[in-house]
């Protein structure tokens, strides 16, 4: 009996040392350097062709989840397309990672900041349908205004080059939250 109370009391000391550890450490990605890094992409977005045409692409949320560890992404473009990705900071490896997944096809990459301070991702995209993948690298820029711009690009082997895949301007929208 007594080794079960001893047993027990070392138990509940263990299981509260842990959780006070987790209290003390409650937001680990709230609180150290690099999981903001992506910040600036957070937010209700309209995005737009980035020229003068101004032409609608969709809208795009981009949310922070998990005491800050998880940036999701959910995309509806001006046709119904949908995507969703998934971004986190890996601060072993000192990396971004976007997952990326819409219908048909998922974009797989890795980076970091760019000295001027725009998140540029590269990897691959695979396509479903062809049973292939290609090269791909993505860059996210903010604009002095708050706008940020994305540009993509894939590699094209037959020609050996990049070429652009997709660029879209991002400009915030207000939510009415009903407040």
């Given at each position: 009996?007594?080794?079960t109370?001893?047993?027990?009391?070392?138990?509940?000391?263990?299981?509260?040392?842990?959780?006070?550890?987790?209290?003390?450490?409650?937001?680990?990605?709230?609180?150290?350097?690099?999981?903001?890094?992506?910040?600036?992409?957070?937010?209700?977005?309209?995005v737009?062709?980035?020229?003068?045409?101004r032409?609608?692409f969709?809208?795009?949320?981009?949310?922070k989840?998990?005491?800050?560890?998880?940036?999701?992404?959910?995309?509806?473009?001006?046709?119904?397309?949908?995507?969703?990705?998934?971004?986190?900071?890996?601060?072993v490896?000192?990396?971004?990672?976007?997952?990326?997944?819409?219908?048909?096809?998922?974009?797989?990459?890795?980076?970091?900041?760019?000295?001027?301070?725009a998140?540029?991702?590269?990897?691959?995209?695979?396509?479903?349908?062809e049973?292939?993948?290609?090269?791909?690298?993505?860059?996210?820029?903010?604009?002095?205004?708050?706008?940020?711009v994305?540009?993509?690009?894939?590699?094209?082997p037959?020609?050996?080059?990049w070429?652009?895949?997709f660029e879209?301007?991002?400009?915030?929208?207000?939510?009415?939250?009903?407040?």
């Amino acid at each position: 009996m007594y080794r079960t109370a001893l047993v027990l009391s070392a138990l509940l000391s263990m299981g509260l040392a842990a959780c006070a550890n987790a209290q003390n450490n409650a937001q680990p990605c709230a609180e150290s350097s690099g999981f903001g890094d992506f910040d600036f992409w957070v937010g209700n977005w309209a995005v737009y062709s980035n020229d003068e045409e101004r032409q609608f692409f969709g809208n795009n949320v981009i949310s922070k989840h998990h005491g800050g560890c998880l940036l999701k992404e959910n995309w509806r473009s001006a046709g119904g397309n949908t995507g969703f990705s998934i971004n986190y900071y890996n601060n072993v490896t000192n990396e971004w990672r976007q997952v990326w997944v819409a219908d048909g096809y998922s974009i797989d990459y890795t980076g970091g900041l760019t000295d001027a301070g725009a998140m540029r991702l590269e990897g691959h995209i695979y396509n479903y349908a062809e049973q292939r993948s290609t090269p791909f690298r993505g860059i996210w820029t903010p604009q002095d205004n708050g706008d940020v711009v994305q540009h993509f690009d894939i590699y094209d082997p037959e020609q050996e080059e990049w070429t652009v895949w997709f660029e879209g301007l991002y400009v915030k929208v207000e939510v009415d939250d009903g407040q």
